[in-house]
């Protein structure tokens, strides 16, 4: 079956670092994505890896191990504005989303 | 210059009613994508079209009938609706089916009374 998980909830204070784990099972892979979504709007693209390996862009980094079916999140510096949901999604034939994680920043 | 938009932004009906949702893309995409998020917050794919054509269509109650009458425009229709309707809807849309980038609008909050 597919199925992604990842943490509900986390907290985290501004100006430190998180990590956000994600795992998956899935019938097929083309890739691992995450998603921003600010309470009360769309989500928005953050990452995108399809290798093993980490990819970094700014602030945030994105990880995936294939074999493990594993990948994290990092985000670097957290402001206040990084408060949000941050999905998890995997693309076998379609494009399958984690329930979330909901991060707070604590000043 | 509004890239993905979705129209009404809010809407409230009662059970049994039928109701339209719109979305339109400027971004030259040939794909279109209908997502729910329920009040879980669990986003889920519910159709895709490629070009006009349906290539994704989940297990969604035919009360649910999406329509594209080009590639720029992927409508979503709802028959007799329910409680459980209630959710935000979301269009997207990416250049093609292979694409991963997805670009969201800013959705449709449906209430069923």
């Known amino acids: 079956g597919q199925n992604i998980d990842q943490p509900t909830e986390m907290t985290a204070t501004e100006g430190a670092i998180v990590q956000i784990n994600c795992t998956y099972q899935?019938?097929?892979?083309?890739?691992l994505f995450w998603y921003q979504q600010h309470a009360g709007e769309a989500p928005t693209f953050l990452s995108y890896?399809?290798?093993?390996g980490l990819e970094e862009k700014g602030r945030f980094s994105s990880f995936l191990s294939r074999s493990k079916g594993y990948s994290y999140l990092l985000l670097k510096e957290l402001q206040m504005k990084d408060s949000a949901s941050y999905l998890c999604?995997?693309?076998?034939?379609?494009?399958?989303f984690g329930k979330g994680t909901r991060l707070h920043i604590l000043p | 210059d509004t890239a993905v938009s979705q129209t009404p932004k809010y809407l409230v009906t009662q059970m049994g009613n039928d109701k339209s949702i719109k979305c339109e893309q400027n971004?030259?995409?040939?794909?279109m994508y209908w997502y729910k998020q329920d009040s879980k917050k669990f986003l889920k794919i519910m159709f895709s079209?490629?070009?006009?054509?349906?290539?994704i269509n989940e297990t969604v109650p035919n009360r649910f009938s999406p329509k594209s009458p080009d590639k720029a425009h992927l409508n979503l229709h709802i028959n007799s609706l329910e409680l459980g309707d209630s959710a935000v809807y979301f269009c997207?849309?990416?250049?093609?089916?292979?694409?991963?980038?997805?670009?969201f609008g800013p959705g449709t909050r449906l209430t069923v009374t």
């Open positions: 899935t019938s097929g892979f083309n890739g």
């Open positions: 971004l030259g995409h040939d794909t």
């Open positions: 890896n399809v290798l093993d």
């Open positions: 997207a849309s990416t250049p093609g089916p292979g694409y991963y980038e997805q670009y």
């Open positions: 079209y490629n070009n006009k054509e349906l290539i």
């Open positions: 999604a995997v693309k076998d034939d379609k494009i399958i």
